[in-house]
């Protein structure tokens, strides 16, 4: 059974797409990051709770403070990255949830009245998120590097000083610059990784 994506799009989403490590100095405009974002909203979530916030890193002096924090290589390809976003879980995502889940109002405090409980359902949910919004960068025809490399709690203090948001991951966003991938990876087959019960 064929895809109902043809094959050019199959290709740019995921087939052809890979993680860069170099880009261009050609700019990523804030239309490209909100077509994006405009896009990506729409993928799922637990009760719509779409905890996911992201920091778009522009100035100098603001990727200098987030470099600071990066392990190995990740810092160089940072500081030559045209935009960087710093994606996030919003820990108090539930206070939206009135406006963002309206057929069930009070699911704001049933569900999610304690911390603990919205770190988990927001962590899971958010990361998700960040899924979607690698294949919008790839569907602007931009390509992404996210990065997991980085001392999260420094970045945290660094960039969310009150506590409500939890950075989880980095991605470098731009058009690949010269030798920007390495040899694609093997990757499981069908049957290693699906199971039928």
Excluded at 28 to 41: G, H, P, S
Excluded at 43 to 72: C, D, K, W, Y
Excluded at 153 to 171: L, P
Aim: aromatic share 10%; net charge negative; hydrophobic share 45%.
């Amino acid at each position: 059974m064929s895809l109902a994506l043809d094959a050019a799009a199959q290709d740019l989403l995921f087939r052809e797409a890979q993680t860069a490590n170099t880009f261009t100095d050609e700019p990523v405009t804030d239309e490209q990051v909100q077509a994006v974002y405009d896009l990506v909203k729409f993928g799922p979530t637990a009760f719509n709770q779409s905890p996911l916030r992201i920091t778009l890193v522009r100035s100098e002096e603001a990727r200098q403070r987030l470099v600071n924090h990066a392990m190995g290589a990740n810092g160089p390809k940072t500081l030559t990255a045209p935009l960087t976003a710093i994606l996030s879980v919003d820990l108090d995502f539930h206070e939206k949830l009135p406006e963002l889940f309206p057929h069930a109002p009070g699911i704001k405090d049933s569900f999610f009245s304690e911390a603990a409980v919205r770190e988990v359902a927001g962590t899971q949910n958010a990361t998700l998120q960040a899924g979607y919004f690698i294949v919008g960068v790839r569907a602007a025809g931009l390509a992404a590097g996210p990065m997991t490399g980085f001392d999260f709690t420094g970045v945290d203090k660094e960039f969310f000083g009150d506590g409500k948001q939890k950075s989880f991951m980095v991605v470098n966003i731009g058009k690949p610059g010269a030798d920007a991938f390495f040899p694609r990876s093997p990757r499981l087959t069908f049957d290693d990784a699906v199971t039928t019960v």
